[in-house]
C-alpha cells in the first residue's frame, strides 16, 4: 500500500504558541488530504478536506483560524495549530488519497500534540 | 443519533475464540463499508471493505453487511494475541468509495494467550 508520513510524532508545546504539522504522501500523489482529530478512547473525527492549490473546506465547529490548512503541492500538506491551548491536545491524524476514482484513503502514523 | 454506532467494548478474548464486532448506521445513501484496524498511538490501517449487502471473507476476517437492517459486521477467526488493537467501521459519504469517511466510535479488542 502507499505510504503516507507524519512529522513530528509527538510535539510539546507551551499554551499560546503555534504548533506545524506535516503530512506528506512518500510514494503517490495526492490530490486530496484529509485531517482528523482523536481524542483517547474516541473516534476519528474530520476537521477538514484539502485539495492541492485550493482552500481547504473545514467541518462545522472546526475554527478555520485556528487551524490553518495548506496544501501547497500534491505531497504535502501541513496543519498549523495557532495559539495552541490545553484543549487542542489531541492525536492528530491525516490522510491522503489519489485523484483516481475509487481510491482508498491511506492514513498517516498520527501526530500526537501535548499543550502544557 | 449519530450516523455510525459502535460499541466501544472493550472486548477482551482468549487466543484461539471467534470475534464478533458490529456497528449500525442511519444514513441508507451508505453503499461501501469498511473495517479499519488501529494499534495504540498508531494511524488506522484498511482491513476490509465490501459494497452493499453480502459478505466477504480474507483470511480469518469476513465482514458482513444487511443493508436491510443498517448493521454490519466483522468476523475473526482463531484471533490471535497480534489482533488486539481497536477496530473501526468506517463509511464513505455519498455512495462512493472514496467519500469523506464517518467513522464509528471503534471496539477495543485484546485477545490474550
Known amino acids: 500500500g502507499a505510504v503516507v508520513s507524519q512529522h513530528p510524532s509527538w510535539v510539546i508545546c507551551k499554551s499560546g504558541t503555534s504548533v506545524k504539522i506535516e503530512c506528506r504522501s512518500l510514494?503517490?500523489?495526492?490530490?486530496?488530504m484529509f485531517w482528523y482529530r482523536q481524542f483517547p478512547k474516541q473516534s476519528l473525527m474530520l476537521m477538514a478536506t484539502?485539495?492541492?492549490?485550493?482552500?481547504?473546506?473545514?467541518e462545522q465547529g472546526v475554527e478555520k483560524d485556528k487551524f490553518l490548512i495548506n496544501h501547497a503541492s500534491l505531497t504535502l500538506s501541513t496543519l498549523t495549530v495557532t495559539s495552541a491551548h490545553p484543549e487542542d491536545s489531541s492525536f492528530y491524524i491525516c490522510?491522503?488519497?489519489?485523484?483516481?476514482?475509487?481510491?482508498?484513503?491511506?492514513f498517516g502514523p498520527g501526530t500526537r500534540l501535548t499543550v502544557l | 443519533q449519530k450516523e455510525v454506532e459502535q460499541d466501544p467494548g472493550p472486548l477482551s478474548v482468549p487466543e484461539g475464540a471467534i470475534v464478533s464486532l458490529n456497528c449500525t448506521y442511519s444514513?441508507?445513501?451508505?453503499?461501501?463499508f469498511m473495517w479499519y484496524r488501529q494499534y495504540s498511538r498508531k494511524g488506522p490501517e484498511l482491513l476490509m471493505y465490501?459494497?452493499?449487502?453480502g459478505n466477504k471473507e480474507d483470511g480469518r476476517f469476513t465482514a458482513q453487511v444487511d443493508k436491510s437492517s443498517k448493521y454490519i459486521s466483522l468476523f475473526i477467526r482463531d484471533s490471535q494475541p497480534s489482533d488486539s488493537a481497536t477496530y473501526l467501521c468506517?463509511?464513505?459519504?455519498?455512495?462512493?468509495?472514496?467519500?469523506?469517511?464517518?467513522f464509528g466510535q471503534g471496539t477495543i479488542l485484546t485477545v490474550h494467550p
Open positions: 510514494d503517490f500523489q495526492a490530490t486530496t
Open positions: 465490501t459494497y452493499s449487502s
Open positions: 468506517a463509511m464513505p459519504a455519498g455512495g462512493t468509495s472514496y467519500g469523506k469517511l464517518t
Open positions: 444514513n441508507s445513501a451508505f453503499q461501501y
Open positions: 484539502s485539495n492541492e492549490g485550493s482552500k481547504a473546506t473545514y
Open positions: 490522510s491522503a488519497r489519489s485523484g483516481r476514482a475509487g481510491n482508498e484513503q491511506f
